[in-house]
């Protein structure tokens, strides 16, 4: 069982003549040209799609045009279009089991019912996805010619996937990027991954660990060492380098510890 590319290309139909309905007359073979299919195939699959009232097509050289709002045609909806489903069933079944065999004489009890509660599940997935949802995934170009000069330079590596990226590198960080977007012009505010990281380290150091437990253990690293550096105590209490170095600071000011050199050769000392 496999569902056929028309399906697929029925989609591809839908996503370009929303994309480009405002520049181009969407023809077969402008359709095709983007598919990169034979445009009789693209004209059997829109006869398909008019036929069940999804897309409109004009004589000639007019083009096709889509018959309904996005967020109203769903993927069951062109499945049922263009995918011939004999006698309505998804799986096709061998004809003829033995029915002197045990297994072949039992076979369609066994699967029957399976079979069409797996249909059942496909077909209702299907209903829940719309073109909507597939265009909120297309990109298109705001200023090709700038897109273009990028591209030269190699500063782009595909268009349309910077967005994707952007949320896919977010996707852990505890606050995330915000996009605002007008009938012209759209800005996205990107966070600040080092000073989360560093937010989230205070939040931590605030409420599970005591100063006096840090400032202790420091220390004893000076007992053992003499002489310590900033890095030594970023590395052995796992704080990052702002906090450690806040730490020390506080502890210089309270008349613990003394600072010696500048730079690199900072280091700690008992006082």
Do not use: W
């Not at 909507?132 to 268009?159: H, P, Q, T, W």
């Amino acid at each position: 069982m496999q569902i056929s590319s028309r399906f697929t290309i029925a989609v591809h139909i839908f996503a370009c003549i929303d994309t480009f309905k405002e520049e181009f007359k969407l023809t077969s073979e402008f359709l095709a040209a983007s598919i990169n299919v034979n445009p009789v195939i693209i004209r059997k699959i829109l006869s398909q799609l008019k036929a069940a009232g999804l897309v409109k097509v004009q004589r000639g050289s007019g083009g096709a045009s889509i018959a309904k709002p996005l967020d109203e045609i769903t993927f069951f909806d062109i499945y049922q279009a263009v995918e011939c489903v004999e006698h309505g069933e998804l799986f096709h079944f061998h004809e003829n089991p033995n029915q002197k065999c045990p297994v072949g004489r039992n076979i369609h009890n066994v699967l029957d019912g399976k079979l069409i509660q797996i249909q059942d599940a496909l077909e209702n997935e299907l209903g829940k996805i719309t073109l909507e949802d597939v265009m909120m995934g297309i990109s298109v170009c705001r200023n090709k010619k700038l897109a273009n000069v990028f591209y030269r330079l190699e500063l782009i590596e595909a268009y349309g996937t910077g967005i994707q990226k952007i949320m896919n590198a977010y996707q852990d960080q505890f606050i995330k990027p915000e996009i605002k977007a007008s009938n012209n012009v759209f800005k996205i505010i990107l966070p600040n991954t080092n000073a989360q990281a560093e937010l989230r380290e205070e939040l931590q150091y605030h409420t599970h660990i005591q100063p006096e437990d840090e400032e202790t253990q420091i220390m004893q690293m000076i007992d053992q060492e003499k002489r310590i550096q900033r890095k030594q105590v970023q590395e052995r209490l796992g704080i990052s380098q702002t906090t450690s170095g806040r730490i020390l600071k506080q502890m210089v000011k309270k008349g613990l510890i003394m600072q010696r050199g500048r730079g690199k050769n900072t280091c700690y000392v008992k006082k």
